[in-house]
C-alpha cells in the first residue's frame, strides 16, 4: 500500500462489480487501480466507464499486478472459489462477494488459505458493515429491547425468471438461499449467534435449486427466527427484532436500510435515520481498508468464523430441501 491509501482492484465485471465500482470513490484513501475479465474489450471498457488506471483481460494478470493490494471477486457463485485462491496465492487481500463460496468444505478451503499466506480475507457481506444494521446489533447488545424472543426476515424477488438465468442454474450456484436467503440468516446469526435447531423447507425448480425456501432456526434459550426467500414472487423483504421489552423493525430493503424503528411499550417510537449516498457498497470497502491499514487479516464485522458458521447453515438447508451443487 502506499501511504493511507489503498489499491483495488475488481475481478470480474457484471452487475455488481458496477454498482462496487461506483460506491468505491465514496471511501477516502480508495485508489482504482486495476480489473480483470476474461475479455479484454470488457476489462477496457469497465476501467474507462469507471476510471480505473489498467485493464486486465485475464483474472491471473489482474492477480500479477504488482499495482494492487485488493481484489474485490466479482464473479458469480460457482467461480469464487478459484479467483479468489488465485488472488491469494498471488499474495493480495481480497475481499468475496457473499456468499463466499458455494459450501462449507470450499470456504474452509479458502479460509485456509488466505491462514497460511498471512493475507486479509474476507466475505462481502454488505448487510453487516451498514451504519443502520451495526447500530441494530449495539441496540440489542446494550439491552434496548430485553431478552430476543424472535427475528422475522424475507427476502423474495418478482419472478418468473427464464430456465438459463443465473438465479436457476445448478452450475453456477442458483436458487434463492445463496443469493437472497444469506440476508435473512446472517441478520439471524448477527443478532443472536448460532442457532441450535435448523429446519428447512423448498420449492425447487426443474433444475433442482430452490425457487422458495422457508426456514425455521432455534437457540437454546428459547429464540426463534422465522425467514423466507424467494425467486418467483416479491415479499416485503423488511425484517423484525422482537424482545420481552420492545421490537426493532427494519423497513423494506432490510439489507441495504436508512433508517429503522424501535418501539417500546409506553414509549413514543424512535426513528433512527441513516442518510448516506451511494448504494451501500463502501461501507464494506471502508472496513476492508481499516483492517489493511491496521494490519489486520480478519474484519470482526464479518470474521471468517462468522462465514464459516453460516455456510455451515447453508449447507444444512440444502441438506434438509434437497439442493446439490
Known amino acids: 500500500m502506499t501511504g493511507q491509501n489503498v489499491r483495488w482492484g475488481i475481478l470480474g465485471l457484471g452487475g455488481i462489480a458496477a454498482t462496487f465500482a461506483a460506491d468505491l470513490p465514496l471511501v477516502p484513501g480508495a485508489e482504482l487501480a486495476a480489473v480483470g475479465s476474461r475479455n479484454q474489450a470488457t476489462a477496457d471498457a469497465f476501467a474507462q466507464r469507471f476510471g480505473f488506471a489498467r485493464a486486465h483481460g485475464s483474472y491471473s494478470a489482474l492477480a500479477a499486478d504488482d499495482g494492487v493490494d485488493v481484489v474485490y471477486v466479482a464473479t458469480p457463485h460457482a467461480f469464487h472459489l478459484a479467483g479468489a485462491l488465485e488472488c491469494i496465492e498471488a499474495g493480495k487481500a481480497v ?15 479458502l479460509v485456509q488459505a488466505a491462514r497460511d499466506r498471512e493475507v486479509f480475507l474476507m466475505e462481502g457481506m454488505w448487510m453487516r458493515c451498514n451504519p443502520a444494521i451495526r447500530k441494530v446489533a449495539e441496540l440489542v447488545e446494550e439491552g ?7 427475528i422475522h426476515a424475507d427476502f ?14 445448478r452450475e453456477l450456484g442458483g436458487g434463492a438461499l445463496l443469493d437472497l436467503g444469506v440476508y435473512p440468516i446472517h441478520l439471524a446469526h448477527l443478532i443472536l449467534g448460532l442457532p441450535i435447531s435448523v429446519q428447512s423447507w423448498a420449492h425447487l425448480t426443474p433444475e433442482r435449486v430452490d425457487e422458495h425456501t422457508g426456514v425455521l432456526l432455534g437457540w437454546q434459550s428459547g429464540a426463534v427466527a422465522a425467514l423466507t426467500c424467494s425467486i418467483n414472487g416479491a415479499s416485503r423483504n423488511a425484517a423484525s427484532i422482537t424482545g420481552t421489552d420492545g421490537r426493532i423493525d427494519i423497513p423494506p430493503g432490510f439489507m441495504v436500510p436508512r433508517s429503522f424503528t424501535l418501539s417500546r411499550p409506553n414509549k413514543a417510537p424512535e426513528t433512527f435515520e ?7 457498497y463502501q461501507f464494506e470497502a471502508a472496513e476492508v481498508q481499516r483492517c489493511l491499514l491496521a494490519g489486520e487479516l480478519e474484519s470482526p464485522l464479518v470474521s471468517q468464523n462468522t462465514t464459516l458458521e453460516v455456510m455451515n447453515l447453508l449447507d444444512s438447508i440444502r441438506d434438509q430441501v434437497g439442493v446439490a451443487y
Open 156 to 169: 423474495g424477488l418478482q419472478g418468473p425468471f427464464a430456465a438459463e438465468h443465473r438465479l436457476r442454474s
Open 95 to 109: 475481499l468475496v462477494e457473499k456468499p463466499i463460496t458455494l459450501d462449507l468444505p470450499s470456504a474452509a478451503q
Open 274 to 280: 441513516f442518510d448516506f449516498p451511494g448504494s451501500g
Open 144 to 150: 434496548a429491547i430485553g431478552w430476543v424472543s424472535a
